[in-house]
């Protein structure tokens, strides 16, 4: 038997030993969003670093860039600009903000799309691009919301209406417990996966756990 054979018959056998099994869900609640069957969490309680006037985060638009604004806001808190000298200038700065790579990459065709946070302080307009410039932006991580926030960064999605694939949960000792998850249901070479996540107050994801919850479905949404 050759290795790479070899290779995929273990990976097919963990594959299917793990499609019974995921983490305890007890004490957790579902992802806060704005619509009940949204993917797209709520991010609206924060408590960022001192002196900010906005924090958003944005999604860069898939569009031409002549058809609208290089990004649009998901979700925000604070009043973007609320300080600066110059508004308009730095309300342009906003919209015309599009930096070169971004967190929670999603791809369709030729299509990319990704998301990054802004922040506004006075005159100043800044994006953040990456989960340690995330973790930055929010200093210490003392909301369930920002805990959520630091997974998303790195690349993980929530099911709203399901804690198993969008659960949170609030320790004693001020840290937060994260379940998101990764996969796409019709694509059947890639699984559906729950991954546990741990959030200390200083903002470092460690993961505890991760489970096989069901395998892709080739023929998901495919005509009879």
Known sequence: MSRLVSRALVGMTLLLAGCDS???????KQVDCSYWWSRQPLFDDLRPSAGLDAVQ?????????????????????????????????CQAAVEAARPSEGF?????????????????????????????????????IDTEQEAVL???????DFLCYDVDQGGVKANADGSFDVIGFRGIQ??????????????PASGEVRELESHVLQGGEETCGAPP
């Open 104 to 140: 929670h990459s999603t791809c369709y065709a030729d299509t990319c799309a990704y998301h990054f946070l802004l922040t506004t302080q006075g005159d100043q307009v800044r994006t953040h691009s990456t989960p340690a410039s995330v973790r930055e932006v929010l200093g210490t």
């Open 57 to 89: 985060v944005r999604g860069t638009r898939e569009q031409p860039l002549s058809e609208g604004p290089a990004s649009g806001s998901i979700a925000s808190w604070g009043q973007a600009c609320a300080t600066a000298t110059d508004i308009p200038a």
């Open 150 to 156: 630091m997974v998303y960064a790195m690349g993980y």
């Open 186 to 199: 019709c694509d059947g070479d890639i699984p559906i996966t729950q991954h546990v996540f741990h959030v």
């Open 22 to 28: 995921s983490a305890d869900t007890d004490g957790y």
